[in-house]
């Protein structure tokens, strides 16, 4: 009797054991459950949309840095471009410009000029300037001639530069490219006049104003250089 009754509460600590350890192995498995799918599904739309944000703001502000650029370059060649024209018409000479026939072809070759004429390309300001001025690199005399041409649907401001009376020397660079306008006007009887010619005038303009228009977000933005000859009238 005592023997039976050992082994029936042998039996209920046995089972009262299994069943604790597989209780025990339950709980372990609910604490390193991984994640549904609804949870991995909401954490990658969250991803994408922190991702997204941060995307788009670095490229908002990549856009916003490169146009800085763009314009900034714009502004310094349209301010250096006006500085260099501005000394050259400074240095402008006239010789055997109108008032009467050059004598030999030789003296037709050392003649100077000063020439605005007042043209228009798609329908904008493209002014030519052609004129013979000393350099102010230097102690030379150079024809310089300022014109405007028009390459895909977009103006490029050059010029052509050669050594006076060496018409084999010359050469042409681009000075600024995507203008919306280039304009040379001269103070004439108290008005400004987009032309000049020293074969009709017999003198040099007293006052030039160069403009160079471009595009700064959306607004046309012009940018303007006055300047006097100042070497005198006829040589």
């Known amino acids: 009797m005592t023997n039976s009754r050992f082994n029936i509460q042998d039996s209920i600590s046995e089972k009262s054991s299994i069943l604790n350890f597989e209780f025990s192995i339950l709980n372990s498995r609910e604490a390193g459950a991984g994640f549904t799918l609804i949870e991995v599904l909401i954490s990658l739309t969250l991803l994408v949309i922190v991702l997204g944000a941060v995307y788009g703001s670095f490229f908002s502000v990549r856009r916003v840095l490169d146009r800085f650029d763009d314009v900034s370059v714009k502004y310094h060649?349209?301010?250096?471009?006006?500085?260099?024209?501005?000394?050259?018409?400074?240095?402008?000479?006239?010789?055997?410009?109108?008032?009467?026939?050059?004598?030999?072809?030789?003296?037709?070759?050392n003649s100077t000029a000063f020439v605005i004429k007042d043209r228009d390309v798609l329908g904008k300001s493209a002014s030519e300037m052609s004129l013979t001025a000393l350099s102010f690199r230097g102690s030379s005399v150079n024809a310089l001639s300022y014109y405007v041409e028009e390459k895909d649907d977009k103006l490029i401001l050059l010029k052509k530069e050669a050594p006076h009376g060496v018409r084999s020397g010359e050469y042409s660079t681009g000075v600024i490219e995507g203008i919306e306008g280039f304009?040379?006007?001269?103070?004439?009887?108290?008005?400004?006049?987009?032309?000049?010619?020293?074969?009709?005038?017999?003198?040099?303009?007293?006052v030039v104003r160069v403009s160079i228009s471009f595009e700064d977000n959306g607004r046309t933005v012009k940018l303007t250089e006055y300047a006097r000859p100042r070497v005198g009238g006829k040589l």
């Open 183 to 206: 304009s040379v006007e001269t103070f004439f009887r108290d008005r400004w006049v987009r032309t000049w010619d020293t074969a009709d005038t017999g003198k040099l303009p007293e």
């Open 77 to 109: 060649e349209a301010r250096t471009a006006l500085d260099i024209m501005r000394r050259e018409v400074e240095g402008a000479l006239l010789k055997n410009a109108g008032g009467g026939q050059a004598d030999t072809r030789v003296e037709i070759a």
